[in-house]
């Protein structure tokens, strides 16, 4: 998901020929909890209040959801204002609904209009938020938690009250949106290498139950994209693997997790986004498989998702001739969205764009025509609209002139309400301090993330020192005592912990090691080589991180040059485990799949003997001058 800084010259608000009555700015009077939960369960014909805490909507029973007919009079309560800002989802700046920080007020003002989350809601109803860091919305647990709760007091404040959908990107791994103190779990690709559906599971179930608590109901995982392509630039280890029916399997398993805490589980990006060497985030790319290929290669983790009872599918901005040939990108495309992902697959839940500020889908139509043209494709939320004002205002232009007709417009709104109500947002929209305390980031939650970490780390080369001699791997602290860490550091994917070279020599020196750390960047300079060349003289080995290391790296001359100093060398791949296939001379190798402190500090215990390796390579690893040829199949993966 594309992550701009705010254009200044984007429009400052509602268009002035809307005809509606002008913001009105003044703060609501926050009703009490109870009084909230009160109105809500009144307006959606729901039984009497459950308990307090996200537990208590986790499995509401069906009997005290509003069902389809309480909805349906909901929805005919509704302005067409009212409807059309319920299809949308929107970021918006600050870490208080109410009393951001001055800079983040004045961004909402140069983009929406209002100062504030509570008088967003209030202008243009919408149905969700989406939390981003750079958006200043995730500081920490108790901080997203009052957040949440000040977005669905304004939610319930509205003429007809109806609670957000609050969702994000918490994939784990190489994407999240909230780092420490909440718990960081191994990402997609690193649970292919596990393996475990248990594993994907509790996973699921660890990173919704936290999100839950801290009144985040929807997450746009798990990833179902099948990654084919090693040269992928934007899924890659976001993916479960290339064979389609274990990701299937993983996805299954994710769903379950997810939608059993309360969280709205989606499946992405349909119609799959595996095969493509272009990024969707600032290209179009063209999938170029046949419909026999998309049958077998990219459908089975999306019909196994929504066998699993998804709750929403979210679109990809990209062209797939063999499924629509009108060269329209798939967020766009009727035959995709309507003929296939409805029709073909049957899948009656929510279906979300991926973001609309990304140039995949803004390059054919602008921006005041995409969102009418996902409608009318098939899609029932709107996602990140770069241009809010501008977006809403077109769609409700398009109803009012009749080329969306409001019954359209009614049946999106009706699945998305029925989301809210199956994961008790009707019930419970509100969490407390102790929601968040009691789960985010528990010993239990920190202890399975580790124990889930411990089986992803995957082994893919561990050569003797001579004929008869040691295997490199594991090293032992008593023989080989002194270790140099040094290598790439990527900035940690939620902002927090790091960076890999330190935590991995720190988790080594608590091993029992005397670890130092020399970092070089993912693209080293010579001074840095020769800096970590000059650092690996007297020690007994040398861990090297790589990041994702491309043809004609100085990564390339970095391990090479530290493998010629004679001292035994363990590579680590951070990211892509494709990296091995253009390194030499090194004498162990190891894919970890992402560099949270998490995976680092897994890594560092299948280094030191204390975990033995049980990963196994969910991608085959081609070889760097034939990619036609295997190097390392799927299923690979060497243990003590």
């Keep these: 998901m594309h992550h701009p800084d705010p254009s200044p010259d984007r429009s400052p608000g509602p268009s002035p020929d809307r005809a509606r009555p002008a913001p009105t700015h003044r703060a609501a009077p926050a009703p009490s909890r109870r009084g909230l939960l009160t109105v809500t369960a009144t307006v959606a014909g729901a039984a009497a209040l459950a308990a307090t805490g996200p537990g208590a909507a986790l499995a509401a029973p069906p009997a005290r959801r509003p069902g389809p007919a309480a909805l349906r009079r909901l929805i005919s309560r509704m302005s067409l204002e009212e409807k059309v800002g319920q299809l949308f989802v929107t970021r918006v700046y600050g870490h208080s609904a109410t009393d951001p920080d001055p800079a983040d007020a004045e961004t909402n003002r140069k983009e929406f209009g209002v100062s504030t989350a509570a008088e967003l809601i209030a202008e243009y109803h919408v149905g969700g938020i989406i939390y981003f860091a750079w958006a200043h919305n995730v500081r920490d647990p108790h901080q997203i938690a009052d957040l949440s709760n000040g977005i669905q007091r304004a939610g319930l404040a509205q003429p007809v009250p109806v609670p957000l959908l609050v969702s994000t990107d918490q994939e784990h791994g190489v994407v999240a949106r909230i780092g420490a103190p909440a718990t960081l779990l191994p990402g997609a690709m690193a649970l292919g290498a596990g393996g475990s559906r248990a594993d994907a599971r509790t ?249 889930i970490a411990d089986r992803a780390v995957t082994l893919l080369v561990n050569r003797r020192s001579g004929a008869g001699g040691r295997r490199a791997l594991p090293l032992h602290p008593r023989r080989q005592p002194r270790v140099l860490v040094t290598g790439a550091d990527p900035a940690a994917p939620s902002g927090t912990g790091g960076p890999p070279t330190a935590v991995l020599a720190r988790a080594l020196t608590e091993l029992g090691f005397a670890a130092s750390a020399v970092s070089t960047g993912t693209s080293p300079t010579r001074e840095a080589i020769d800096r970590a060349v000059a650092g690996a003289a007297g020690q007994d080995a040398v861990v090297v991180t790589t990041y994702n290391v491309a043809a004609g790296s100085p990564q390339i001359t970095l391990v090479a040059e530290l493998a010629a100093t004679g001292v035994p060398v363990v590579q680590l791949a951070l990211r892509n485990p494709y990296d091995i296939a253009r390194l030499e001379g090194v004498a162990a190798s190891l894919a970890g799949y992402s560099w949270t402190d998490t995976d680092i500090r897994a890594a560092a215990r299948v280094v030191a003997g204390r975990t033995d390796p049980t990963g196994r390579l969910p991608v085959p690893v081609p070889r760097a001058d034939d990619p036609a040829q295997v190097l390392y199949p799927i299923g690979h993966g060497l243990s003590y």
Excluded: C
Aim: glycine residues 8%.
């Design 203 to 451: 996973a699921a179930r660890v990173a919704g139950a936290e999100l839950a608590a801290m009144g985040i109901r929807q997450d746009y995982a798990p990833v179902a994209d099948v990654n084919v392509n090693p040269a992928n630039p934007v899924i890659g280890v976001r993916s479960f693997g290339a064979d389609p029916a274990a990701a299937a399997r993983l996805v299954t398993a994710q769903v379950a997790g997810y939608q059993g805490v309360g969280v709205a589980a989606t499946a992405k990006h349909f119609p799959g986004h595996g095969d493509t060497s272009t990024d969707s985030h600032t290209g179009l790319p063209v999938i170029t498989h046949t419909r026999e290929e998309w049958e077998r290669l990219d459908a089975p983790p999306f019909r196994a998702a929504i066998a699993a009872g998804i709750d929403s599918i979210m679109t990809a901005h990209l062209l797939f001739p063999a499924l629509d040939p009108n060269e329209d990108p798939a967020t766009l495309s009727k035959p995709i969205l309507t003929g296939v992902l409805r029709e073909e697959l049957g899948f009656e839940g929510v279906i979300v764009t991926d973001a609309l500020d990304m140039a995949g889908v803004r390059q054919k139509y602008g921006d005041e025509r995409v969102p009418v043209l996902a409608l009318k494709a098939g899609v029932d939320q709107l996602l990140n609209a770069p241009d809010l004002p501008l977006a809403w205002n077109a769609v409700k232009r398009a109803v009012e002139d009749g080329e969306i007709g409001e019954e359209r417009v009614d049946a999106s709104l009706l699945r998305i309400l029925e989301l809210k109500a199956r994961r008790g947002l009707f019930d419970e929209p509100l969490v407390t301090r102790a929601d968040v305390d009691r789960t985010v980031g528990v010993r239990r939650h920190l202890r399975a993330a580790d124990r």
